[in-house]
């Protein structure tokens, strides 16, 4: 009985670890993809850079270089505010990624939980109908807890995203 149970502990924490897992490749894969924008915006930025002195060097009059100096300034912000709306999108398709797979964990990971609480309580040596009667009515009413507060974690995630998600947009 004792290895069973056990079975059933060790393979709650092998899908926990796995779903950690999986959220520490997500994390590290939004890094990467935001540190590869910044690396190429920032090339492009130097680049832009030492081809507008060139330029700058070659206008013979100051009005010309006003006007250089000014088409140089709005194309790097105009890059800059676009590598930021692209961070600003990627960082809102992860947390929507990740607010998924939490709910998904949520769910499963109790449902997991009960089942093998169920199976725990069924293989006990209990004789009293009132007592096996009374842990199933806590069982059930702790599953329904689980289940709204899984319900209102998920609603609360989705709100957050939507309210980040329209902060980055604007």
């Known amino acids: 009985m004792a290895g069973k149970q056990e079975q059933q502990l060790n393979e709650l924490h092998r899908k926990n670890l796995e779903a950690a897992m999986r959220l520490a490749q997500m ?3 939004n ?3 935001i540190m590869e924008m910044q ?3 920032a090339k492009s930025l130097f680049e832009e850079g030492v081809n507008n002195a060139k330029a700058l060097s070659s206008a013979k009059d100051p ?3 006003v006007e250089l100096r000014t088409q140089f300034a709005q194309n790097a912000t105009e890059k800059m505010l676009a590598c930021a709306r692209e961070m600003a999108e990627l960082t809102s398709q992860t947390q929507t990624e990740i607010g998924k ?3 998904q964990q949520l769910t499963s ?3 997991d939980v009960f089942e093998a609480m169920q199976k725990l309580f069924q293989g006990m040596p209990i004789t009293d109908q009132n007592a096996m009667t009374a842990m199933q009515t806590a069982m059930d009413t702790t599953r329904k807890a689980f289940e709204q507060m899984s319900k209102a974690s998920t609603d609360a995630f989705q709100l957050f995203n939507q309210a980040s998600g329209g902060r980055g947009r604007k």
Do not use: F, H, K, P
Request: cysteine-free; proline content about 0%; hydrophobic content about 40%.
């Open 109 to 111: 990971g109790s449902q």
């Open 27 to 29: 994390s590290i894969e």
């Open 39 to 41: 690396v190429a915006t």
């Open 63 to 65: 009005q010309a270089m």
């Open 31 to 33: 890094s990467q993809r």
């Open 101 to 103: 797979l939490v709910g």
